[in-house]
């Protein structure tokens, strides 16, 4: 009997412990470690390093960060052009009509794009001749960005007005219920 009345301490003297160890872990450590994991998440990446991140807005520091997932959910132009300069990214997923600006300073982003106007001929129902048409060519400067990417969105829009995307080779963009806007015509 008092053989087992100390193996019964012992399992008691363990069991508190045990339960010690555990109270220790959920009001001490686990705090620490999201205490930690936070300052990484807001610290640990330096931005200085990278050169493509200097000129973005905070919208689109984020989409960067989820190059991992290779889609991203956008709601603005400039996302669409950032999206689609990211080699990562093989699916864009649009949340909302996306309208282009029809200006030549509102459509160059710094790092991102040229802009240049081209004059297109075409053909006027109305007057029923060919006539010059002003359009504004965005170019991206990336050039290495060969692959395909899926672009969706529930039955969205892009309006394109009077711009034109100038895609580099081997770069091809496959739209998925989207519909384009243009208010030009080859």
């Given at each position: 009997m008092?053989?087992s009345s100390?193996?019964n301490?012992?399992?008691?003297k363990?069991?508190?412990?045990?339960k010690?160890?555990?109270?220790?872990l959920?009001?001490?450590l686990?705090p620490?470690?999201?205490?930690?994991a936070?300052i990484?998440?807001?610290?640990?990446?330096?931005k200085?390093?990278?050169?493509y991140?200097?000129?973005?807005?905070?919208?689109?520091?984020?989409l960067?960060?989820i190059?991992e997932?290779?889609?991203?959910?956008i709601?603005t132009?400039?996302?669409?052009?950032?999206a689609?300069s990211?080699?990562?990214l093989?699916e864009?997923?649009?949340?909302?009509?996306?309208?282009?600006?029809?200006?030549?300073?509102?459509?160059k982003?710094?790092?991102?794009t040229?802009?240049r106007?081209?004059?297109?001929f075409?053909?006027?129902?109305?007057?029923k001749?060919?006539?010059?048409?002003?359009i504004?060519?965005?170019?991206l400067?990336?050039r290495?960005?060969?692959?395909?990417?899926l672009?969706?969105g529930?039955?969205?829009?892009i309006?394109?007005?009077n711009?034109e995307?100038d895609?580099p080779k081997?770069?091809?963009?496959?739209?998925?219920?989207?519909?384009?806007?243009?208010s030009?015509h080859?």
């Amino acid at each position: 009997m008092n053989d087992s009345s100390r193996k019964n301490k012992r399992k008691e003297k363990q069991y508190a412990a045990k339960k010690r160890s555990t109270q220790l872990l959920k009001i001490v450590l686990l705090p620490l470690f999201f205490l930690l994991a936070l300052i990484f998440l807001i610290y640990g990446r330096n931005k200085s390093d990278d050169p493509y991140l200097l000129h973005l807005s905070k919208k689109q520091e984020d989409l960067l960060v989820i190059k991992e997932k290779k889609y991203v959910d956008i709601y603005t132009w400039e996302e669409l052009v950032a999206a689609i300069s990211n080699k990562e990214l093989t699916e864009i997923n649009i949340k909302k009509d996306i309208k282009f600006p029809q200006s030549q300073n509102k459509l160059k982003l710094n790092q991102l794009t040229k802009v240049r106007e081209e004059k297109i001929f075409r053909y006027d129902d109305t007057l029923k001749k060919e006539q010059k048409q002003t359009i504004l060519m965005v170019s991206l400067i990336k050039r290495n960005l060969s692959r395909k990417v899926l672009i969706s969105g529930e039955k969205r829009n892009i309006d394109l007005g009077n711009v034109e995307i100038d895609l580099p080779k081997g770069l091809e963009l496959e739209f998925k219920e989207v519909t384009l806007l243009r208010s030009y015509h080859y």
